[in-house]
Every structure is written in structure tokens, then in C-alpha cells.
């Protein structure tokens, strides 16, 4: 009897102290970390994309520190405070072209988080979280290597970079090496690189352990409304305007300082411009190729054949025989008349036959000029196209895209200002036309188109 009553007892406490759990364990809160990490499609997408634009915040701020030493060491204090009123436009379109290069470079992750919040699992997000931690360090890395190797270029080249960059390329590795062994201070730049490239990784430390609470409005119509949101906010920054128009190279324009307005595009931006020239720029053939096509040899049997040279028995004097230039000496009487060049574009010679005169007046104040001065009605564009017009107009050139090539750099005698600044006028070019446009303004710079010193006369050219 006595071995049955404590067997009882046994068994009351044990159900006792079983229900004692029990009620502990329906009672337990639930964590705070189980109420931040519980997931929806929303809370992961807004996770992975609060990321991702931390990582763009990086890499603005590379653009904007790069963009500013740029100033400051290109442009003086007195400059700066004489444009402070363009600054305002100039913050805004430096803002656009970096925010179209970052959603640039951010645009694969952005596709990936979106596919990736829809995958049910903690564990997916956080490989996708590592994923982003190592690509942003690597790709803001190379950021940050371009913006700082920019300076070294600009001290080189006296401009940013351009197509001539990619002539480094074209030495190939050894002869590349080489050239930056000689030429910069590579384990400097390697070790500054190197360290901004461990500090952004250990930020995608920090930056990848964000959630995002849940909220009550979380559901399927909000993840929808994000998911179709996400895309058109990258979209819009990748075209740089809600306009007609997308960012283009006349958003360089910001201030009458040429220096100013070279800092607001970013070393992406402008990489990028230079490798399209390149993809699209002409080869130009070697003089043997040139010649052997007319089954020449050497340029004194074209000069010969071509009977150039009847008034020079010079045939090594190839300018001479090409180019009638006349010596302007300062004590001649001849009076050279100023010379004016207009291009009027969709301006045909329908429209001169339809003026009526005082009926139908569309000359206006034109009219003394086409009736005084020399008026060819007969015409025809060298090319399609107002660049290409030009281009072949100025320079007789028969290559499309020449200012947007790396021989624009170089000043050519077939230039129609070259012979008038030999012979003692001043030349100058006037264009409606945006200074940026297909590199318009850098081109001509060095046409020839230039102040003479014995400013007697001018040619000017109105296109």
C-alpha cells in the first residue's frame, strides 16, 4: 500500500511541474529579433534596395571628393566666387551624371535583389547580402582607381580623359606596365586604391545586416507597387532627365569658365564618351596605301601628273604646290577685302525664289549682301547631316566623325582658315551651335582659327 501511494504521488507532481511548463512556454513573448528578420516580399525588397543605395551614396561621394580637389586645383578662389551664381546648375547636372554612373554600375544587383525577394528564406537574402558586400567593394574599387588616375592624366594631357587614353592600350601589357613605372607613382596609387577598397568592404559589413520590420500595409500590393517602382526610379536616373531629352554632353555647359564646366561630367561618363568615339572613329590609311590606290608611288608623281607645280619647280615643297598662299608684305598697297562664310542650315534656294521683295520680304536686312557680294545658288551639302557639313566645309575632310576622333587633335592645313591667317588675317568661327556638340569646340581651337598679328583684315565663318 505504501509503494502505491508514493507511486501516485510521483505521478501528481510530475503533472504538476509537465503543466507548469506548459503554461511558461504558451505564455513566452515572442523575440524581437523574430519580429524584425520575419519576412515578406516588401520587407526584402526595401532591405536590398536600402542597401544597394547605401553603395550608391559610396560612390557619390568618390565622384563628388574626386570632382572637388578637380576645382580646387584647376580653378581659383576668385573664379569660383565670380561664378557663384552657375553653381547651383553646376551641382545639379555633376548630381545627374553621378547618379546615372552609380545606377549604372548598381543596375545588376538591383535586377538581382528584385528576383531574390520573392525567394522565401533568410538564408537567400544573406547570400545575396555577401554578394553585393563583394561586388560594390570591387567595382567602387575601380572607381576609385579611375577618378584618382584621371589627375595624373590631366597633368600629362592638360584635359580629361578622352580617346587618346585608349592609345595606352594599344602598346600593349609590357609597354603599358611599363609606362605607368615610368610615369606615375604606381605603389602610391595601388595603396591608396587599396585601402579606400578595404574601407568600402568593411562598410558592406554594417551596410548588409539591414532589415526592414514588417509592416501591416506589407502585402502583395505593396511588394507589386515596389517591384514596379524600383525599375522606373533606376530607369530615370540612368536616362539622367524626366525631359524630352536624356543627359547629354550639353549638360556640360554650366558657366562662361571653361574650367568649371570640365568638371562637371565624371571619369565614368567620360571614359565611356571616349571608348564610343573609338568604336565608331575611322582608320585612316598609311600614305603607301593612299598612293598605291592611284598607282603612285611617291606624292612628287602625283604632283608631276597633276601638273601642280607650274609655278614651282620645288617638287619636295608639297604645301606650296597644294596651297596658293600669298606672302602679305606690310608695305603692300593691295587691299584685301574681309571675307564672310555663312552655312544656314535648311536654307535652300526655294526660299530665295519665293522672296517677293516688299510683297513677300524674306531676305530682311540679307538682302544688300546677296545682291552685292558673290551668291552661289548651285549648291550641293558635302554630306548628310549639319556635323558632317561642317566638318567637311572647314576642313575639306572626307571622314565622317573626324571631331569626334583622336586626330582632332591635330591641326590640319586643308583647313579653310589656314590659308587666310598666312596671308595677314584674322580668322574667326560663329556658331549657333552648342560648344560640346560632337566636340565642336575643342576641334576648332586648333583649325587655325586664331588671332593674326598684323589685325588688318578678318575671314569669318558663320555656321
Same mark, same amino acid.
Given at each position: 500500500?505504501?509503494?502505491?501511494?508514493?507511486?501516485?504521488?510521483?505521478?501528481?507532481?510530475?503533472?504538476?511541474?509537465?503543466?507548469?511548463?506548459?503554461?511558461?512556454?504558451? /505564455?513566452?513573448?515572442?523575440?524581437?529579433?523574430?519580429?524584425?528578420?520575419?519576412?515578406?516580399?516588401?520587407?526584402?525588397?526595401?532591405?536590398?534596395?536600402?542597401?544597394?543605395?547605401?553603395?550608391?551614396? +559610396?560612390?557619390?561621394?568618390?565622384?563628388?571628393?574626386?570632382?572637388?580637389?578637380?576645382?580646387?586645383?584647376?580653378?581659383?578662389?576668385?573664379?569660383?566666387?565670380?561664378?557663384?551664381?552657375?553653381?547651383?546648375?553646376?551641382?545639379? /547636372?555633376?548630381?545627374?551624371?553621378?547618379?546615372?554612373?552609380?545606377?549604372?554600375?548598381?543596375? %545588376?544587383?538591383?535586377?538581382?535583389?528584385?528576383?531574390?525577394?520573392?525567394?522565401?528564406?533568410?538564408?537567400?537574402?544573406?547570400?545575396?547580402?555577401?554578394?553585393?558586400?563583394?561586388?560594390?567593394?570591387?567595382?567602387?574599387?575601380?572607381?576609385?582607381?579611375?577618378?584618382?588616375?584621371?589627375?595624373?592624366?590631366?597633368?600629362?594631357?592638360?584635359?580629361?580623359?578622352?580617346?587618346?587614353?585608349?592609345?595606352?592600350?594599344?602598346?600593349?601589357?609590357?609597354?603599358?606596365?611599363?609606362?605607368?613605372?615610368?610615369?606615375? %607613382?604606381?605603389?602610391?596609387?595601388?595603396?591608396?586604391?587599396?585601402?579606400?577598397?578595404?574601407?568600402?568592404?568593411?562598410?558592406?559589413?554594417?551596410?548588409?545586416?539591414?532589415?526592414?520590420?514588417?509592416?501591416?500595409?506589407?502585402?502583395?500590393?505593396?511588394?507589386?507597387?515596389?517591384?514596379?517602382?524600383?525599375?522606373?526610379?533606376?530607369?530615370?536616373?540612368?536616362?539622367?532627365?524626366?525631359?524630352?531629352?536624356?543627359?547629354?554632353?550639353?549638360?556640360?555647359?554650366?558657366?562662361?569658365?571653361?574650367?568649371? /564646366?570640365?568638371?562637371?561630367?565624371?571619369?565614368?561618363?567620360?571614359? &565611356?564618351?571616349?571608348?564610343?568615339?573609338?568604336?565608331?572613329?575611322?582608320?585612316?590609311?598609311?600614305?603607301?596605301?593612299?598612293?598605291?590606290?592611284?598607282?603612285?608611288?611617291?606624292?612628287?608623281?602625283?604632283?608631276?601628273?597633276?601638273?601642280?607645280?607650274?609655278?614651282?619647280?620645288?617638287?619636295?615643297?608639297?604645301?606650296?604646290?597644294?596651297?596658293?598662299?600669298?606672302?602679305?608684305?606690310?608695305?603692300?598697297?593691295?587691299?584685301?577685302?574681309?571675307?564672310?562664310?555663312?552655312?544656314?542650315?535648311?536654307?535652300?534656294?526655294?526660299?530665295?525664289?519665293?522672296?517677293?521683295?516688299?510683297?513677300?520680304?524674306?531676305?530682311?536686312?540679307?538682302?544688300?549682301?546677296?545682291?552685292?557680294?558673290?551668291?552661289?545658288?548651285?549648291?550641293?551639302?558635302?554630306?548628310?547631316?549639319?556635323?558632317?557639313?561642317?566638318?567637311?566645309?572647314?576642313?575639306?575632310?572626307?571622314?565622317?566623325?573626324?571631331?569626334?576622333?583622336?586626330?582632332?587633335? /591635330?591641326?590640319?592645313?586643308?583647313?579653310?582658315?589656314?590659308?587666310?591667317?598666312?596671308?595677314?588675317?584674322?580668322?574667326?568661327? +560663329?556658331?549657333?551651335? &552648342?560648344?560640346?556638340?560632337?566636340?565642336?569646340?575643342?576641334?576648332?581651337?586648333?583649325?587655325?582659327?586664331?588671332?593674326?598679328?598684323?589685325?588688318?583684315?578678318?575671314?569669318?565663318?558663320?555656321?
Amino acid at each position: 500500500m505504501e509503494i502505491k501511494r508514493y507511486n501516485a504521488s510521483f505521478k501528481n507532481a510530475t503533472k504538476r511541474i509537465a503543466g507548469y511548463f506548459h503554461t511558461l512556454k504558451c /505564455n513566452k513573448k515572442p523575440s524581437t529579433a523574430r519580429v524584425v528578420t520575419e519576412k515578406s516580399p516588401t520587407t526584402s525588397i526595401l532591405a536590398l534596395y536600402a542597401q544597394i543605395w547605401l553603395y550608391q551614396v +559610396i560612390g557619390l561621394l568618390i565622384f563628388g571628393i574626386g570632382r572637388h580637389v578637380f576645382l580646387h586645383q584647376h580653378t581659383t578662389h576668385s573664379e569660383r566666387m565670380e561664378n557663384i551664381g552657375y553653381m547651383p546648375m553646376f551641382l545639379y /547636372n555633376s548630381l545627374r551624371f553621378d547618379m546615372q554612373a552609380v545606377t549604372y554600375i548598381a543596375t %545588376p544587383m538591383i535586377l538581382a535583389a528584385l528576383a531574390i525577394s520573392f525567394i522565401k528564406g533568410e538564408k537567400t537574402i544573406g547570400i545575396m547580402c555577401k554578394t553585393m558586400r563583394w561586388y560594390f567593394a570591387v567595382m567602387l574599387t575601380i572607381v576609385t582607381l579611375l577618378v584618382i588616375g584621371e589627375f595624373y592624366y590631366y597633368d600629362n594631357f592638360e584635359t580629361r580623359y578622352n580617346i587618346v587614353f585608349f592609345d595606352f592600350l594599344d602598346e600593349g601589357p609590357a609597354g603599358l606596365l611599363q609606362t605607368m613605372w615610368d610615369d606615375y %607613382p604606381l605603389f602610391g596609387i595601388l595603396l591608396c586604391v587599396a585601402g579606400i577598397g578595404v574601407a568600402i568592404y568593411i562598410a558592406g559589413r554594417f551596410i548588409s545586416r539591414i532589415r526592414i520590420k514588417k509592416r501591416k500595409w506589407m502585402g502583395k500590393v505593396s511588394a507589386t507597387i515596389t517591384t514596379l517602382l524600383i525599375p522606373v526610379l533606376s530607369f530615370i536616373f540612368i536616362r539622367g532627365s524626366i525631359g524630352i531629352y536624356p543627359l547629354q554632353v550639353e549638360a556640360f555647359e554650366v558657366s562662361p569658365n571653361e574650367n568649371i /564646366n570640365e568638371a562637371v561630367p565624371n571619369a565614368l561618363y567620360l571614359l &565611356d564618351k571616349a571608348y564610343t568615339e573609338k568604336i565608331n572613329s575611322f582608320k585612316l590609311k598609311s600614305d603607301a596605301e593612299v598612293l598605291s590606290e592611284g598607282g603612285f608611288t611617291t606624292v612628287e608623281e602625283v604632283i608631276r601628273t597633276s601638273k601642280l607645280n607650274h609655278n614651282n619647280n620645288d617638287f619636295g615643297d608639297v604645301e606650296k604646290a597644294l596651297f596658293n598662299i600669298m606672302s602679305r608684305p606690310e608695305s603692300s598697297d593691295f587691299k584685301q577685302p574681309n571675307v564672310l562664310i555663312v552655312m544656314n542650315e535648311s536654307w535652300s534656294t526655294f526660299l530665295l525664289e519665293m522672296d517677293k521683295g516688299r510683297e513677300l520680304d524674306l531676305l530682311c536686312s540679307l538682302r544688300p549682301h546677296l545682291q552685292e557680294d558673290l551668291l552661289m545658288k548651285n549648291i550641293q551639302s558635302v554630306q548628310n547631316g549639319t556635323i558632317y557639313s561642317i566638318e567637311s566645309t572647314i576642313l575639306a575632310m572626307p571622314f565622317p566623325h573626324f571631331f569626334k576622333s583622336r586626330y582632332r587633335f /591635330n591641326s590640319l592645313k586643308t583647313s579653310m582658315a589656314y590659308p587666310f591667317l598666312k596671308s595677314g588675317y584674322n580668322t574667326r568661327f +560663329i556658331s549657333g551651335a &552648342d560648344p560640346t556638340w560632337e566636340n565642336l569646340s575643342e576641334a576648332l581651337k586648333i583649325q587655325y582659327f586664331e588671332k593674326n598679328p598684323l589685325p588688318s583684315v578678318s575671314f569669318l565663318a558663320v555656321i
